[in-house]
Nanobody
Framework: QVQLVESGGGLVQPGGSLRLSCAAS????????MAWYRQAPGKQRGLVAA???????NYADSVKGRFTISRDNAENTVYLQMNNLKPEDTAVYYC?????????????WGQGTQVTVSA
């Protein structure tokens, strides 16, 4: 099994920055894509940013130029640097991994971390 531990959420003023981290542990053979999703109250969960094992990235249009996703393969960790935060970025942020554990490939989710952008 694979366990994900997220950290870095909190309350920040508009224009501020936060850095989210998600560390994976357990019986990991390999991690393919790593991603961050978010879900605001009353809305569906949606993709924020993703990064492949080769380092290719893609972003939701709403965060392009403000957020940066990166990964540390040696530490099995994915990061989301969020700059120039806006109130509409307020949501619970979840990390997601496409990983092989033992003989099986699965999708794994973190527990979520709250990000609140408010004056």
């Amino acid at each position: 099994q694979v366990q994900l531990v997220e950290s870095g959420g909190g309350l920040v003023q508009p224009g501020g920055s936060l850095r989210l981290s998600c560390a994976a542990s357990g019986r990991i053979v390999t991690i393919n894509a790593m991603a961050w999703y978010r879900q605001a109250p009353g809305k569906q969960r949606g993709l924020v940013a993703a990064i492949t094992s080769g380092g290719s990235t893609n972003y939701a249009d709403s965060v392009k130029g403000r957020f940066t996703i990166s990964r540390d393969n040696a530490e099995n960790t994915v990061y989301l640097q969020m700059n120039n935060l806006k109130p509409e970025d307020t949501a619970v942020y979840y990390c997601n991994l496409d990983a092989v554990s033992g003989y099986f490939r699965n999708n794994y989710w973190g527990q979520g971390t709250q990000v609140t952008v408010s004056a």
